[in-house]
């Protein structure tokens, strides 16, 4: 079955920087775009970074310039290295994979499966 698997997650000073790996098996990788979503107790889930199964990237305007997604093929591995953090980053951070079909949807709801998150704290 489908896994993602996110890690690299944990305790940041502000201005520093984390870096979450997301492992994903029993999918065709390239054939899938891949994104991070966040979310912070009592605010729903909300797109942070995506990328596409040809490696066009895009941001929440709240990251952009922060943070930075990439992907490797050769290990089914989607990154997101989160440079200048702030407390308001805080949040449990997930991966998700949407199957490739008529273009980029940043949409929870357009995503086929997910992991289960890793905690980022932004201490001030």
């Known amino acids: 079955q489908v896994q993602l698997v996110e890690s690299g997650g944990g305790l940041g000073q502000a201005g520093g920087s984390l870096r979450l790996s997301c492992a994903a098996s029993g999918l065709t990788f390239s054939s899938y775009a891949m994104g991070w979503f966040r979310q912070a107790p009592g605010k729903e889930r909300e797109f942070v970074a995506g990328i596409s199964w040809s490696g066009g990237t895009y941001y929440a305007d709240s990251v952009k310039g922060r943070f930075t997604i990439s992907r490797d093929s050769a290990e089914n591995t989607v990154y997101l290295r989160m440079n200048s953090l702030q407390p308001e980053d805080t949040a449990v951070y997930h991966c998700?994979?949407?199957?490739?079909?008529?273009?980029?949807?940043?949409?929870?709801?357009?995503?086929?499966?997910w992991g289960q998150g890793t905690q980022v704290t932004v201490s001030s």
């Open positions: 998700a994979a949407q199957l490739y079909g008529s273009g980029w949807d940043s949409r929870t709801d357009a995503f086929n499966y």
